[in-house]
């Protein structure tokens, strides 16, 4: 017979798993108080600091936020609470060389299957909406400041099409996580205009609906992101 170790656990997970078990069984609905930390308490017969750690995990997982008068309310995880338990570890990551590399390579990957989701199942609504994320970025181009957010937009843009929230929280994370890629890269020279070159490309995949081709203009733009990175990093070590 085989058997698996028992894990230990604290007081305030146990807490905190029974609640998010009533959350999810729907004994507790989303909108309603949690009772008080002293009924809490009484009912897991356990000390304040269990159940205040206990409320803390549970507000880190998106389960509770706390009102304006102090009481926890029950709340729905989204996607962002998931990625935001992330950041740190992310940052950790982005640290070192390795890390930094394997999160570029992640996001050229997403990117690039986003873009062929966005040629698949793009609206009118959702191409006029690139296109117009396209245009600011093209009266961007000799500002980096507003090319930058241009440039973020953009990429936001396609991401929301088909407005799937997993999509669009992976989006808002990876940008936030590799903000410093993108200031790095925009030292180079001419990496405005051939970025938005790119964009140009993608967006006109997208709008005729070629998900092959957006897949292929998506990867390559970051590919020469990457390579341009490497370029601004050089010469800001030099």
């Not at 009484?42 to 600091?49: A, H, K, W």
């Not at 957010?149 to 929280?169: P, S």
């Not at 995949?205 to 341009?228: F, G, N, T, V």
């Amino acid at each position: 017979m085989k058997f698996k170790s028992v894990k230990r656990r604290k007081v305030h997970e146990d807490v905190a798993q029974q609640i998010e078990d009533q959350i999810l069984s729907g004994g507790l609905k989303e909108g309603a108080n949690l009772p008080s930390e002293r009924s809490l308490m009484e009912v897991f017969n356990v000390g304040r600091p269990a159940v205040r750690e206990a409320l803390l995990l549970l507000q880190r997982g998106g389960f509770i936020e706390v009102s304006s008068n102090g009481r926890p309310i029950v709340t729905r995880p989204t996607a962002t609470n998931v990625l935001e338990q992330l950041s740190g570890s992310a940052r950790f990551l982005l640290s070192s060389k390795e890390g930094e590399r394997a999160f570029q390579d992640a996001r050229r990957l997403f990117e690039a299957a986003i873009a062929r989701n966005a040629a698949e199942i793009a609206t009118s609504e959702d191409i006029e909406r690139i296109e117009a994320a396209l245009k600011a970025n093209r009266e961007a181009i000799g500002n980096a400041e507003i090319f930058e957010r241009t440039d973020v937009e953009f990429h936001l843009a396609i991401a929301n099409t088909g407005d799937n929230a997993v999509f669009k929280a992976l989006h808002a994370a990876i940008a936030e996580w590799l903000f410093m890629q993108r200031k790095v890269s925009l030292r180079v020279p001419g990496v405005e205009a051939r970025a938005y070159k790119s964009h140009e490309e993608i967006y006109g995949a997208i709008a005729s609906h070629q998900p092959e081709k957006a897949w292929l203009a998506m990867d390559q733009h970051l590919r020469d992101i990457i390579d341009s990175f490497q370029k601004g990093s050089l010469h800001g070590d030099s």
